[in-house]
């Protein structure tokens, strides 16, 4: 079984000959299935971006969502969109929708949007303004102690589930691969080459503690197996091993240069 893993991919800012040149360069790769850890498109154009990609390549597209992907929409709208999209049609599968997928008898694949829950570092001393505080509707809010306390809540979903399905996960697979969009930890928020300091005014925006704290238990609860954490949203490629059996692997991106960020022959 060999997958190929995408993250930030931004097809909004790529025309209908760049993406398909893109994709072509993905097919050489000969994958069974891809992995897309969100930034996909925007909130208009996702849907019909996955489906597109999956019957272009002929394969199976497993994908969470990135902020980017909201934008000109909602939240809960575009999940509601992409779990009824997940229902009927094959070939496309929103993580959180699909539950626990077997990629292998040995490998399961998990995986949630998650959200930059500003519970690392000083949300409210941090001078950032993301663009998802104009172009998501339901984070236009002017309070930023609201706004704090919504991208909470947002984590708090993605840790909440991860605590439900990974555990369902780990009682059936040796090893478990699990997609988020932002990073789970702190150590795993790269900028070029380094991870961010707590002081970072990037981080609180840039990392979903609540999924780090959820993976560190179960890690910790199930020892004997493997789990492997994928995530982008911060544009900057890194490394990290949390517990001897939970790496975070963050993959890097420029805008209009999509790339194949990894292959795993499993
Ligand atoms: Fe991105
Ligand atoms: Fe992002």
């Given at each position: 079984m060999?997958?190929?893993w995408?993250t930030?991919?931004?097809?909004?800012?790529?025309?209908?000959?760049?993406?398909?040149?893109?994709?072509?360069?993905?097919a050489q790769h000969q994958?069974?299935?891809?992995?897309?850890?969100?930034?996909?498109?925007?909130?208009k154009?996702v849907?019909?971006?996955v489906?597109y990609?999956?019957?272009?390549l002929?394969?199976?597209?497993?994908?969470?969502?990135?902020?980017?992907?909201?934008?000109?929409?909602?939240?809960e709208?575009?999940?509601?969109?992409?779990?009824?999209?997940?229902?009927?049609?094959?070939?496309?599968?929103?993580m959180?929708?699909a539950?626990?997928?077997?990629?292998?008898?040995?490998v399961?694949?998990?995986?949630?949007?998650?959200?930059?829950?500003?519970?690392?570092?000083?949300f409210m001393?941090?001078?950032?303004?993301?663009?998802?505080y104009?172009?998501?509707q339901?984070l236009?809010?002017?309070?930023?102690?609201i706004?704090?306390?919504?991208?909470?809540?947002?984590?708090?979903q993605?840790?909440?589930y991860?605590?439900?399905?990974?555990?369902?996960?780990?009682?059936?697979?040796?090893?478990?691969?699990?997609?988020?969009?932002?990073?789970?930890?702190?150590?795993?928020?790269w900028?070029?080459g380094?991870?961010s300091?707590?002081?970072?005014p990037?981080?609180?925006?840039?990392?979903c503690?609540?999924?780090?704290?959820?993976?560190?238990?179960?890690?910790d609860?199930y020892p004997?197996v493997?789990?492997?954490?994928?995530?982008?949203?911060?544009?900057?490629?890194?490394?990290?091993?949390?517990?001897p059996?939970?790496?975070?692997l963050?993959?890097g991106?420029?805008?209009?240069?999509?790339?194949?960020?990894?292959i795993?022959d499993?």
């Amino acid at each position: 079984m060999r997958v190929a893993w995408l993250t930030d991919i931004h097809f909004e800012f790529l025309n209908k000959a760049q993406i398909d040149q893109f994709l072509d360069e993905v097919a050489q790769h000969q994958p069974d299935a891809l992995l897309i850890t969100g930034d996909i498109a925007n909130a208009k154009t996702v849907a019909s971006t996955v489906q597109y990609i999956a019957l272009k390549l002929i394969k199976p597209v497993y994908f969470v969502l990135g902020n980017h992907d909201f934008y000109g929409g909602d939240i809960e709208p575009v999940r509601a969109q992409m779990a009824t999209l997940t229902r009927q049609k094959r070939g496309v599968a929103w993580m959180p929708a699909a539950g626990v997928v077997e990629l292998t008898p040995h490998v399961a694949l998990v995986g949630h949007d998650g959200w930059g829950d500003g519970q690392y570092g000083d949300f409210m001393a941090s001078t950032i303004m993301l663009n998802d505080y104009v172009h998501i509707q339901s984070l236009r809010l002017a309070d930023k102690a609201i706004l704090m306390q919504k991208l909470n809540q947002l984590g708090v979903q993605a840790g909440d589930y991860l605590r439900g399905i990974l555990p369902e996960a780990a009682r059936q697979y040796p090893q478990v691969m699990v997609m988020l969009h932002p990073p789970p930890f702190q150590q795993a928020c790269w900028y070029q080459g380094k991870a961010s300091t707590w002081d970072d005014p990037f981080l609180p925006h840039f990392t979903c503690k609540a999924a780090g704290d959820a993976l560190l238990d179960v890690a910790d609860a199930y020892p004997h197996v493997t789990f492997t954490v994928l995530c982008g949203h911060v544009h900057s490629s890194g490394e990290v091993q949390m517990r001897p059996n939970l790496r975070v692997l963050t993959g890097g991106a420029e805008y209009e240069q999509p790339e194949v960020q990894r292959i795993f022959d499993l």
